[in-house]
């Protein structure tokens, strides 16, 4: 099973702060980077996704940077809000048999934002 | 537009017993998944269904782990018999058909199974 490696696993920021979590692949299909945003009690929602092909994306707060000879990507959330505060997950995409795609999830990373 | 429906939202057996979690998805999404969301982890792909057909299951731990879609819509996951370790959240997800879209996932609430 391929790894995802997610960095930091928890994050503390002021509002107004800038929050980046860091997300290490292995091999990995051609397929769209997303990051995905969960509240407890609550199912996983899509916040953003990348194309490998692109370096970055941004989409109001929320940035993807993305390294492809590094084989990372990370999350910038600028002006942090207290409404922000959720745990964030990046994911992989990867191919298995029968040509199928998968995505594969880091760890998680709790953010908490302090007003 | 409805979202992904999952009952029940929370269960409570003990170990050996069996439980059945369901599962309706989005209208029109040809794929779904079931994930395994351990404390402080990440989701785990357990399955993944093409219409009603299965296209990768091997994260899923057979000898106790089964899943079904019939007529490519609703699902169910069963775990018979249920051991501590089994103790998470049960995600499921869906998304559109089109094989560039494998980054959409839109997820239910999940159900929450606590083995004691």
């Known amino acids: 099973q391929q790894q995802v490696k997610q960095s930091p696993q928890s994050l503390i920021v002021q509002k107004g702060g800038i929050s980046i979590i860091n997300c290490a692949y292995e091999?990995?299909?051609?397929?769209?980077f997303p990051w995905y945003q969960q509240f407890p009690g609550k199912g996983p929602a899509l916040l953003i996704a990348?194309?490998?092909?692109?370096s970055e994306k941004k989409e109001g707060r929320f940035t993807i940077s993305f390294n492809k000879s590094a084989k990372q990507f990370s999350l910038h959330i600028m002006d942090s809000q207290p409404g922000d505060s959720a745990t964030y997950f990046c994911?992989?995409?990867?191919?298995?048999?029968?040509?199928?795609?998968?995505?594969?999830f880091g760890a998680g990373t709790r953010l908490a934002v302090h007003p | 537009e409805a979202g992904v429906a999952q009952s029940p939202r929370y269960k409570i057996i003990e170990k050996r017993q069996s439980v059945a979690f369901w599962c309706n998805p989005i209208?029109?999404?040809?794929?779904l998944y079931w994930y395994q969301q351990i404390l402080g982890q990440g989701p785990k792909l357990l399955i993944q269904?093409?219409?009603?057909?299965?296209?990768?299951d091997s994260q899923l731990p057979k000898d106790r782990f089964s899943a079904e879609r019939l007529k490519g819509v609703d699902s169910t996951l069963k775990i018979q018999p249920a051991k501590l370790e089994d103790s998470a959240v049960y995600l499921c997800?869906?998304?559109?058909?089109?094989?560039?879209?494998?980054?959409?996932?839109?997820f239910g609430p999940g159900t929450r199974l606590t083995v004691t």
């Open positions: 269904f093409q219409n009603n057909g299965v296209v990768d």
């Open positions: 091999n990995t299909a051609f397929d769209y």
């Open positions: 997800a869906s998304r559109s058909p089109g094989r560039d879209t494998t980054y959409e996932q839109y």
């Open positions: 994911a992989s995409p990867t191919m298995f048999s029968g040509g199928y795609n998968k995505l594969i």
């Open positions: 990348i194309r490998p092909d692109v």
């Open positions: 209208s029109g999404h040809a794929t």
